[in-house]
């Protein structure tokens, strides 16, 4: 029987239920065992309904993906993929790895790590004012359910946020003072400014504190 192209056995199981499996697979066991699992059966002349022994091969299911994938290369035993942004050729550690799909091998994206940068800033220009208004509109349909989520996800995560902060701190510590060292010096007289108005607030509201409890008799005229 053919399916899209390939030679298919189908059977009938004790059920009466129709079952079905790829001829170049059953030859391939016939001859050489049973298949491991994550492998797939090759054909080298491309020819899929070619079913020879001698057609057949077993690889991975990662070399039987990159081998029938135009952007990959497999160089000196290390892949290499083209990114789709730039054109250049480069080794797959300059690529963010992803799940394809339902198979139990990876890939990787089709942008190298500066091109998706650019990629994703662009496109987030191009829709701001369309998924901010997307978000306002679901903000006004359900805004007591998305606080009370806001609010249970800090509750839940503040742990592991310290956590982070804390180890962040201690491995950056260096590039952390010299960093604040930098805005103060840099925003000297604009926060010498915040400190005087933080003062003269925070007098203000003690002289008042101190008016309301002793409020002082006012003289009268004669």
Known sequence: MNYQGRNVRRWF???K?????M????IWEKYNGTIPEGFHIHHKDGNVKNDSIENLEMLSARDHFLLHRKCYQIVDGKIIRQCFMCKKWMDVSNFRERRQGKFKYFCWERFCFPCEKKYHQA???KN???TNERARLRYRENPGKILAYLKDYRKRNRARRSEIGKLYRKKNREKILAY???YIEKNREKINMKKRLAYQNAMMV?????WSRNPQPQESGR
């Open 13 to 15: 199981d004790k059920d």
């Open 206 to 210: 003690i002289k008042k504190q101190a």
């Open 123 to 125: 496109y987030a220009e």
């Open 17 to 21: 239920r129709q079952r079905g499996r």
């Open 23 to 26: 001829e170049a697979r059953v």
């Open 180 to 182: 604040r060292r930098a």
């Open 128 to 130: 701001r004012g369309r």
